[in-house]
Protein backbone atom coordinates (compact mmCIF):
# COMPACT_ATOMS: atom_id res chain seq x y z
CA UNK A 1 0.00 0.00 0.00
CA UNK A 2 1.24 3.25 -1.28
CA UNK A 3 0.12 6.79 -0.57
CA UNK A 4 0.29 9.19 -3.60
CA UNK A 5 -1.35 11.41 -6.00
CA UNK A 6 -3.35 9.48 -8.50
CA UNK A 7 -1.34 11.03 -11.39
CA UNK A 8 2.38 9.72 -9.85
CA UNK A 9 0.96 6.49 -8.22
CA UNK A 10 2.27 3.52 -10.38
CA UNK A 11 -0.55 1.80 -11.65
CA UNK A 12 0.11 -1.46 -12.98
CA UNK A 13 -2.30 -3.32 -15.85
CA UNK A 14 -4.88 -5.03 -14.48
CA UNK A 15 -6.14 -6.04 -10.75
CA UNK A 16 -8.52 -3.93 -8.99
CA UNK A 17 -8.65 -0.83 -7.36
CA UNK A 18 -10.87 -0.49 -3.86
CA UNK A 19 -10.94 2.55 -2.14
CA UNK A 20 -12.84 4.54 0.02
CA UNK A 21 -12.96 8.24 -1.63
CA UNK A 22 -13.51 11.56 -0.15
CA UNK A 23 -17.17 12.38 -0.41
CA UNK A 24 -18.16 15.53 0.69
CA UNK A 25 -19.10 15.17 4.60
CA UNK A 26 -15.88 16.10 6.24
CA UNK A 27 -13.79 17.07 3.00
CA UNK A 28 -16.05 19.70 1.32
CA UNK A 29 -18.68 20.23 -0.98
CA UNK A 30 -18.96 17.11 -2.93
CA UNK A 31 -19.05 19.42 -6.18
CA UNK A 32 -15.46 20.59 -5.94
CA UNK A 33 -14.64 16.27 -5.72
CA UNK A 34 -15.75 15.76 -8.89
CA UNK A 35 -12.14 16.23 -10.44
CA UNK A 36 -10.79 13.44 -8.32
CA UNK A 37 -13.53 10.81 -9.17
CA UNK A 38 -12.74 11.60 -12.69
CA UNK A 39 -9.19 11.60 -11.96
CA UNK A 40 -9.44 8.04 -10.21
CA UNK A 41 -12.20 6.75 -13.22
CA UNK A 42 -9.66 7.64 -15.98
CA UNK A 43 -6.68 5.70 -14.16
CA UNK A 44 -8.48 2.49 -14.01
CA UNK A 45 -9.31 2.91 -17.53
CA UNK A 46 -6.30 3.43 -18.82
CA UNK A 47 -4.51 0.78 -17.02
CA UNK A 48 -7.65 -1.62 -17.75
CA UNK A 49 -8.40 -2.20 -14.24
CA UNK A 50 -11.48 -3.20 -12.60
CA UNK A 51 -13.36 -0.55 -9.36
CA UNK A 52 -14.86 -0.78 -6.02
CA UNK A 53 -15.85 2.28 -4.40
CA UNK A 54 -17.82 3.28 -0.98
CA UNK A 55 -19.39 6.00 -1.23
CA UNK A 56 -22.48 8.34 -0.02
CA UNK A 57 -23.38 9.97 -3.47
CA UNK A 58 -23.82 7.42 -6.25
CA UNK A 59 -23.71 10.54 -8.94
CA UNK A 60 -19.77 10.81 -7.53
CA UNK A 61 -19.30 7.24 -8.32
CA UNK A 62 -21.06 7.47 -11.93
CA UNK A 63 -18.94 10.69 -12.80
CA UNK A 64 -15.89 8.38 -12.88
CA UNK A 65 -17.18 7.74 -16.25
CA UNK A 66 -16.79 3.34 -14.88
CA UNK A 67 -19.53 1.38 -15.25
CA UNK A 68 -20.53 0.94 -11.43
CA UNK A 69 -23.45 -0.89 -9.77
CA UNK A 70 -24.56 -0.68 -6.39
CA UNK A 71 -23.96 -3.76 -4.63
CA UNK A 72 -24.58 -2.93 -1.13
CA UNK A 73 -26.36 -0.02 0.99
CA UNK A 74 -26.68 0.41 3.95
CA UNK A 75 -26.46 3.87 6.24
CA UNK A 76 -23.42 5.21 8.08
CA UNK A 77 -23.62 7.10 11.11
CA UNK A 78 -27.08 8.43 9.91
CA UNK A 79 -26.10 9.16 6.13
CA UNK A 80 -26.72 6.68 3.22
CA UNK A 81 -23.91 4.72 1.66
CA UNK A 82 -23.70 2.09 -1.07
CA UNK A 83 -20.85 -0.09 -2.56
CA UNK A 84 -20.57 0.30 -6.01
CA UNK A 85 -18.95 -2.11 -8.19
CA UNK A 86 -18.22 -2.38 -11.78
CA UNK A 87 -20.23 -4.72 -13.73
Known amino acids: IEHAALKSQRWPTGGYVVTNPPHGGRVGKQSSLRNLYQALGH ?3 TH ?10 RKMAYATGVRLKS ?8 RKAWAMVEG
Open 43 to 45: QVR
Open 71 to 78: AVFTRQSG
Open 48 to 57: DMKLALWVSD
